[in-house]
């Protein structure tokens, strides 16, 4: 009964890299939510994905993020070119159905990424 | 702007107590309410939800109060073990919305 599975959990890039973090949802669950969490702060929402479509991305900073949950395989956030301030937790998560009216999301594990 | 806040950084418990972590929100569309618990090193784990059409739901230690005139939820853990030290989220969402908004967290200490 694996849950949300995550990887790489820690990743380490020098300024200007690229980072993918790859994020495979619960057993039987379509939609996957990525969430971010800076250091002292609460998680912040970034995107929601169903399989092949971005729902709602009203939290994916404009330049340098991008988000995708293909037909086959992992959902991948992409942050291109990253800086300092990109350093930070991200969590994935995915729920069997939209997460609202009692639908709870469940948590991976997070990938923490460093920018040194 | 932060539509829920969480302002006790950290609470201190003596073990065996009842720990009382609060929560308040300022978006009068939040329907639904949810506490995570997260560890160091790991992602957050569900404990206990809350639906607006209800005041109150209980789940063996755990129980959350929801005041939606004074836009306030609470969870209650009793009695506190050394286990529940951690850090605890609130989140909440709106109906018909796919995200959850968090507070910043509050850590629980529980003392032997």
């Known amino acids: 009964n694996a849950g949300v599975m995550q990887n790489p959990r820690h990743l380490v890039r020098r300024r200007g890299q690229e980072a993918r973090l790859r994020c495979s949802p619960m057993?039987?669950?379509?939609?996957v939510y990525w969430y971010r969490q800076l250091p002292e702060e609460g998680l912040k929402f970034m995107v929601y994905l169903q399989k092949e479509n971005i729902i709602d991305e009203s939290g994916m900073p404009k330049e340098r993020f991008s988000a995708e949950f293909p037909k086959e395989g992992p959902s991948i956030l992409r942050i291109q070119q990253v800086v300092r301030g990109d350093s930070a937790a991200y969590f994935c998560a995915s729920s069997p159905s939209m997460a609202n009216s009692g639908n709870t999301i469940y948590f991976g594990e997070g990938s923490w990424l460093t920018v040194v | 702007d932060q539509q829920v806040k969480q302002n006790s950084p950290s609470l201190s418990v003596q073990e065996g107590r009842i720990s009382i972590l609060n929560c308040d929100y300022t978006?009068?569309?939040?329907?639904?309410f949810l506490w995570y618990k997260k560890y160091p090193a790991e992602g957050p784990t569900f404990l206990i939800s809350?639906?607006?059409?209800?005041d109150k739901n209980e789940d063996g230690r755990f129980t959350v109060f929801l005041n939606k005139s004074a836009k306030h939820l609470s969870l209650h853990i009793v009695p506190s073990q050394p286990g529940d030290s951690a850090v605890y989220f609130c989140?909440?969402?709106?109906?018909?919305?796919?995200?959850?908004?968090f507070g910043q967290g509050t850590r629980l200490t529980i003392n032997p």
């Open positions: 978006n009068s569309m939040f329907d639904y």
């Open positions: 989140a909440a969402s709106e109906e018909g919305a796919q995200k959850l908004v």
């Open positions: 057993k039987g669950h379509s939609h």
């Open positions: 809350i639906s607006s059409i209800k």
